[in-house]
């Protein structure tokens, strides 16, 4: 039996991301897991426009994703719970910079995107921004032959009706192949 | 040390979705895992835009979002590798309808939003859809205290790099929670 639940988005577990922005010159994070895949090489980000993150990304149009692992589960919510307007969060995380010089990024974190900023979506509560990565920094710990593996990431997931954060669980299929397997009865 | 891989997208696990639509008035399903959320009831789907179920969309402006479970993968990965131009994929799965006519969902699947198209989004090779569900059914099984329960949803989670279906692990910490035990060195 289904039950209709309402209007209800259910489009969950979503990765959760770090962002990285100068806010006045001054480095800032913030956990955002309201993130999306806008083609192959264009990211969503969707934050409440009241965000003190958001003054730093329109002043610079850059940003940078972090992606943590689940052993920096307490740092990355606690960037979610305080706001950049009441605490100086520049030191929770040794930083790095890439090419651009206003998207620090997260020495700790398994995978860094430093990014530009393309568009911004104005809606009713949240600004969306479209960002491209320009480059693309991973721990070589969690390299595979040079290919990213989610097993060794361990990343944080994100789940809104239940408030909490997952572990991502074995490979189990093959993208693009299992369906071969499909037989019609 | 870290290795620069160039500006690739690392934003993944994303969710598994199957679209439901109505092309030519048959009904039709896509694998679509290049999702997004955009605000608190507004939902980013991508689409290389010489998908079959773009007509659909386009004609109908309304579409499901299922998440399968684990179990349907043979059946969710095949309706990505073959088109609704070359085969009826109209009974692979059995469906139902909601309020929408031309919005039609699985009933096997744990989780079916119907949803309205409220913008499209006009990329260099993508059409990005903004839906917002208006009816978001859910199987009894999958809930817990009227809330949805990954745990039992089983859905599945797509890695681009590797190519690979992921299983969910096991929550680990509470949002907005686990944080709070964040102490300044």
Redesign the interface.
């Known amino acids: 039996?289904?039950?209709?639940?309402?209007?209800?988005?259910?489009?969950?577990?979503?990765?959760v991301?770090l962002i990285g922005t100068e806010v006045n010159g001054r480095i800032n994070y913030i956990n955002i897991?309201?993130?999306?895949?806008?083609?192959?090489?264009?990211?969503?980000l969707?934050m409440v426009k009241t965000r003190y993150s958001i003054r730093g990304i329109k002043e610079n149009m850059t940003l940078s994703?972090n992606?943590p692992s689940?052993d920096m589960?307490?740092?990355?919510?606690?960037?979610?719970?305080?706001s950049g307007a009441d605490y100086d969060k520049s030191?929770?995380f040794e930083s790095?910079y890439?090419e651009l010089k206003s998207a620090p990024m997260i020495k700790d974190a398994p995978?860094?995107?430093e990014c530009k900023v393309v568009n911004i979506?104005d809606?009713?509560?949240?600004d969306?921004f479209f960002v491209?990565?320009?480059?693309?920094?991973?721990?070589?710990e969690v390299?595979?032959n040079?290919?990213?593996?989610?097993s060794k990431v361990k990343?944080i997931?994100?789940?809104?009706?239940?408030?909490?954060?997952?572990?991502?669980?074995?490979?189990?299929?093959?993208?693009?192949?299992?369906?071969?397997?499909?037989k019609?009865d």
Request: with cysteine; glycine share 8%.
């Open positions: 039996m289904k039950k209709n639940l309402g209007p209800v988005n259910a489009l969950y577990p979503t990765p991301t897991a309201h993130v999306g895949i806008i083609d192959f090489n264009t990211l969503s969707s994703i992606l689940e589960v307490i740092k990355a919510d606690f960037v979610g719970i305080v030191n929770i790095f890439g995978i860094c995107m979506i809606m009713p509560k949240h969306v491209q990565p320009i480059n693309t920094y991973c721990n070589e390299l595979t040079d290919t990213i593996d989610f990343p997931l994100f789940d809104r009706p239940q408030g909490k954060y997952w572990q991502l669980g074995k490979p189990f299929a093959n993208c693009w192949s299992i369906g071969k397997e499909y019609n």
